[in-house]
């Protein structure tokens, strides 16, 4: 499914009253979703998507980063086909909160979370405070990224890779894709419109399809080592 911009105003009714196409679809398909912006050398998912900013770090639960690591390290490796990935997760306040003096839930929520996943095996490093992550290039570093909120990780994001970018439903059994940008009312009849977006959500949904169907196939009848 390729999905094309929206305007989350506009489209709330009776029958539509989601945020986004990220939890609508959560809402009508199987699996729990991750928004997850993407090009081919970054991937950013979303802990906590559109929800307001008083309300991230009550929603930010050991539990939750649980499961948005879980869903990330496995598309890591159905959908794109990295069989070990390094997961990176941010921090949620300024400098990852100076071990407390600008916030506590980074060392009392985050850290000893990643802790836990860490010893199931899984490569999950963090957590790190997102403007040295990103001037610094440590991104390069990862598989997958992980931000707290909406725009800690959107607006690195689109400041990198901006037209290029990739929206992608990770965790649910269909597969989503749209592009990195929203509607453009200002340009609409302009002829300014950039499809360069358009085409890598539809070239990436197709890949991820295969990469997908190819997981599958390679693991429907694994050996079993006694």
């Given amino acids: 499914m390729l999905t094309a911009p929206i305007n989350k105003e506009n489209i709330q009714s009776e029958n539509f009253n989601f945020p986004g196409h990220t939890e ?4 009508g ?3 729990k979703s ?3 912006l993407m090009t081919d050398q970054l991937r950013i998912g979303l802990i906590t998507g ?3 900013i008083a309300k991230i770090a009550a929603t930010l639960t050991p539990e939750l980063i649980t499961e948005k690591v879980e869903t990330m390290y496995t598309s890591l490796i159905e959908d794109f086909g990295i069989n070990k990935p390094r997961i990176a997760v941010l921090g949620l306040n300024p400098h990852c909160g100076d071990n407390g003096v600008i916030g506590k839930e980074d060392d009392d929520i985050i850290r000893p979370t990643i802790q836990q996943i860490k010893e199931t095996g899984k490569l999950v490093f963090g957590p790190y405070a997102a403007d040295g992550f990103f001037g610094s290039e440590t991104y390069k570093q990862f598989d ?3 931000a707290t909120y909406h725009d800690q990780g959107l607006a690195p994001f689109k400041a990198l890779s901006f037209g290029n970018g990739v929206n992608f439903t990770a965790g649910l059994h269909k597969i989503r894709t749209s592009p990195d940008h929203g509607t453009g009312y200002d340009i609409a009849g302009k002829n300014q419109a950039n499809p360069s977006s358009f085409k890598e959500a539809l070239f990436t949904a197709i890949k991820i399809f295969k990469t997908r169907k190819e997981y599958k196939e390679l693991t429907k009848n694994p050996l079993l080592v006694k």
């Fill in 144 to 146: 997958g990224v992980l």
């Fill in 50 to 52: 559109h929800i307001p």
């Fill in 24 to 27: 609508y679809l959560e809402a």
């Fill in 29 to 31: 398909l199987e699996g």
């Fill in 34 to 36: 991750l928004m997850i």
